[in-house]
């Protein structure tokens, strides 16, 4: 919130700058959220530490044959396992589901109440596959529904591969670490986004196949939720401990090396021209003097599941072809000779009958993705709607001076993290969305002329839990017109899903932009739980005095400013180690 700047005469005899003043108002900040995050803690601490008593205690009644004692111990459980569960947003269906598996349990202890959540989470997406799968078989839909939902079926099992992640990752055994359970977070929020885009996907398709979904998914939408806010919890113990760790190591304005999660070799890869630092390397030509002459083929290729980076060297052409990165090909890093030499191009889109998941014309989903001097467009044009260039839901992956080239929906930003530094977005409606937890760093984000009538909005956030760690961060980017649009009302954003959350820091804004700054979705008001907030931009687009007065629009502090930079939102630090191209870690 904005700090109030009282009057008085003790001004008279000191000035203190703005930095200062943000540093003493950080201070008494930091002090009282130690105080209440410790509070916090030692709460879920001890609620964890009495299922695990109320368990031990059942054993211990059980082996005695003590009736009167095992009844208390089983309600000891039953109470220990309510209070756990009011952190969530369902707490029924988080204690109905865990009393029963926390009962049966041969061994438990506390950060197994959040794991047994997963499971049942997973267990009953299980059979949302199944049931999904089975509407599919009628084969009794029209063309619209058919192709909605065969993108559903992809999303379940997508959202299946993220529990599993979760459930079966080693970061269980080092939960103290900020990097284990922001992944953990990622992860579970990842699942939750794919279920919500299969649900997304249906709003074309018949009112039945919409309700009889919906109806499915009920359950899962629960307690995928309820896993994600224990586990939130926790992370929030880890935050008590880590956090004056990460204040007194935080630098507001150094230039570090590209985000943690890229090697010495990969640093290498992104500065040179040289292929010598690969583990594999594949050369793509249109014109046969590579090892093949489209993506796909080099694609197909590459090594499942590989430790070592693939580099897919793409030469200069436009190559006309669905990309798909699947899910099994990790570390592929994909180099062109230019932005606008090496060029991906489709023209997929939804007037003619492709859902918009399935538009893209390279969708992107095995971690450790990185793509570089290379473009993506989709050729579709406005008058198609939506038509994705770019869709990424790649964990750890890095867009590095790319050009994103489409109309409506350019830019699928879908889950989990991602970084773009020094690229060429271009758009008309919301084009850069998603539920990704993201930061756009020094890129150039150019605004087309649209349809006649319609209004260009730049982003279109889709935080739809609000434990989700999730959110569009556009820091030191130039927001600019490509071409007239005297005549078009342009907006930063709007809000797709309740807890919509999208700052603008540090970046310029030309005049084109809205003065009221930001537009309603569908001419609603926005819920309160938004969070929408401008941090010291510039240019004559960045005025902030006659924005639209939402509750969810927010001023910003300078520590509150740094949360939704690349060494906080996406835990940058941590997956993008040094390498030559520089980032801001910080402000």
Not at 145 to 164: Q, Y
Request: glycine share 8%.
């Amino acid at each position: 919130m904005s700090m109030c700047s009282g009057t008085g005469s003790w001004k008279a005899y000191g000035k203190i700058d703005e930095a200062e003043q943000e540093r003493l108002e950080a201070r008494r900040k930091f002090r009282k959220r130690i105080v209440i995050i410790s509070l916090s803690s030692i709460v879920l601490v001890a609620v964890i530490v009495g299922v695990g008593i109320g368990i031990a205690s059942r054993a211990r009644a059980s082996s005695s044959g003590n009736s009167g004692s095992s009844g208390g111990a089983a309600q000891s459980i039953s109470d220990s396992i309510k209070a756990a569960c009011k952190v969530t947003l369902y707490p029924d269906s988080c204690y109905t589901s865990l009393y029963a598996m926390v009962t049966n349990s041969s061994h438990f202890d506390g950060q197994n109440l959040a794991k047994l959540s997963i499971q049942v989470a997973l267990t009953e997406l299980s059979k949302v596959s199944d049931q999904v799968s089975q509407l599919q078989s009628q084969g009794t839909l029209d063309q619209i529904s058919a192709a909605a939902l065969e993108n559903c079926i992809e999303l379940v099992d997508l959202a299946i591969h993220h529990l599993n992640d979760t459930l079966y990752s080693s970061n269980w055994d080092k939960l103290t670490m900020l990097k284990a359970v922001d992944d953990l977070r990622t992860w579970l929020s990842a699942a939750g986004t794919s279920q919500q885009t299969c649900l997304d996907g249906l709003e074309n398709s018949s009112q039945e196949l919409q309700a009889t979904v919906a109806r499915y998914t009920v359950n899962s939408t629960e307690f995928i939720s309820n896993s994600l806010a224990l586990v939130t919890a926790i992370s929030n113990i880890a935050t008590s401990i880590n956090l004056r760790r990460r204040r007194l190591m935080s630098s507001d304005r150094d230039e570090l090396p590209m985000p943690m999660w890229l090697t010495s070799k990969d640093r290498k890869l992104l500065q040179s021209n040289s292929s010598t630092a690969a583990n594999v390397v594949l050369v793509v030509a249109k014109d046969g003097s590579g090892n093949y002459t489209t993506i796909g083929a080099a694609l197909k290729a590459a090594p499942e599941q590989s430790s070592n980076r693939i580099l897919i060297h793409v030469k200069k052409g436009v190559y006309t072809e669905k990309v798909i990165v699947d899910k099994s090909k990790w570390n592929v890093m994909m180099v062109g000779d230019g932005m606008n030499v090496t060029v991906v191009s489709g023209s997929l889109n939804v007037v003619d009958g492709t859902p918009t998941f399935s538009s893209a014309t390279i969708a992107v989903f095995g971690k450790g993705f990185i793509a570089r001097d290379i473009g993506f467009r989709n050729t579709a044009g406005a008058i198609k709607q939506q038509a994705v260039a770019l869709l990424s839901a790649a964990d750890e992956s890095v867009f590095y001076r790319c050009r994103i080239d489409a109309f409506q929906d350019t830019l699928y930003a879908h889950s989990l993290r991602q970084f773009y530094r020094e690229c060429d977005i271009y758009g008309t409606v919301d084009f850069i969305f998603g539920n990704a937890a993201v930061v756009f760093q020094n890129c150039n984000i150019w605004a087309r002329v649209p349809l006649t009538g319609q209004q260009n909005t730049i982003t279109a956030q889709g935080k739809s839990d609000p434990n989700q760690n999730t959110g569009i961060s556009i820091h030191n980017c130039t927001i600019s017109p490509a071409g007239n649009l005297a005549s078009v009302n342009s907006y930063l954003g709007r809000p797709w899903k309740n807890y919509s959350t999208t700052v603008y820091m540090r970046s310029t804004m030309g005049s084109f932009i809205n003065p009221a700054g930001w537009l309603s979705w569908m001419g609603n008001s926005p819920p309160n739980t938004i969070f929408y907030a401008e941090f010291r931009n510039s240019g004559p687009g960045s005025s902030t005095k006659n924005r639209v007065k939402w509750k969810g629009l927010r001023k910003l502090t300078l520590p509150q400013a740094r949360q939704f930079t690349v060494g906080s939102l996406i835990q940058g630090n941590d997956w993008l180690p040094q390498v030559s191209v520089t980032y801001q870690s910080g402000m």
